[in-house]
């Protein structure tokens, strides 16, 4: 069975979308993972498909009812897949939880709408909530995308190189437990370009040399851009 990313929406025809692009469209068809997508308004209990009432208490918007999300995840083969709902509200979406999520058997994922969906769904099923950044989307489609390309990449096979995955930001270098660096700067031809030309070092040939020059750029970089990233270790991801 391949890694197996089922999607819960109310708009399943935006899936795959991206998804189906470049490399990891070409690792879809060839099975190496798997997407499928439900359409929660099928479990709607009325003629309209509606799937959300107002908050008790009152207030602005509709909230997602957890009887008819219930039933929808209920209709589904989850196995030891998490179910994972998309959320501002969620734990921080980052590169450990997506090799997490990758190295497991696939995700559930629920997109919420409007203004949210019901408390109590998870309490009534083992729901994990995830953010994907300190924005409010207009609902968990595109959070979803985000979090199906993170982990899809990560499966063996879907991109070609091991070394390209092990050297990328926010993974971390030769020592596992060091500081996660941001990704050095890369060049490529020409070797000028408007007067900008490239750093010497790579040009010459010494690879010790360009290995040190990388890892300077990579602290700095870190440094300038990213300092909460420097000292702050590594956490393991659970759920
Ligand atoms: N839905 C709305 N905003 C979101 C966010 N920041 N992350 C994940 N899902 C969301």
């Known amino acids: ?18 998804l189906d692009a470049s490399v990891l469209g070409r690792a879809r068809a060839q099975d190496l993972w798997a997407l499928d997508t439900v359409n ?5 209990d009325n003629d309209y498909g509606s799937v959300d009432a107002p908050p008790y208490g009152g207030g602005a918007g509709l909230v997602m009812r957890v ?14 897949r998490p179910i994972i ?12 939880r997506a090799a997490h999520y990758a ?17 109590r769904l998870a309490r009534a099923r083992p729901i994990i909530e995830v953010s994907i950044g300190d924005y409010v989307l207009a609902g ?14 990560l499966i063996p096979g879907v991109i070609g190189s091991a070394q390209s995955l092990s050297e990328e930001s926010y993974t971390s270098s030769a020592d596992p437990n060091g500081p ?31 290995a040190r020059w990388r890892r300077e750029q990579a602290e700095a970089v870190t440094k300038k851009r990213r300092p909460d990233l420097i000292g702050a270790g590594h956490k393991k991801t659970n759920d």
């Open 67 to 80: 009887d008819l999300l219930a039933a929808a995840l209920d209709s589904i083969d989850i196995g030891e």
């Open 180 to 210: 996660r660096l941001l990704e050095y700067p890369q060049y490529t031809k020409p070797r000028e370009f408007e007067g900008l030309s490239v750093p010497e070092v790579l040009l010459s040939g010494d690879h010790q040399a360009v």
């Open 140 to 153: 968990g489609e595109i959070g979803a995308m985000v979090l199906i390309e993170a982990c899809a990449r």
């Open 103 to 119: 190295g497991g058997p696939g995700v559930v994922l629920l997109c919420g709408r409007y203004e949210g969906v019901d408390e």
């Open 1 to 18: 069975m391949p890694w197996q990313a089922t999607v819960l929406t109310l708009f399943p025809e935006v899936f795959p979308g991206p």
């Open 40 to 44: 929660i308004r099928d479990f709607a």
């Open 85 to 96: 709902l998309l959320s501002p509200r969620g734990a921080p979406f980052d590169q450990e």
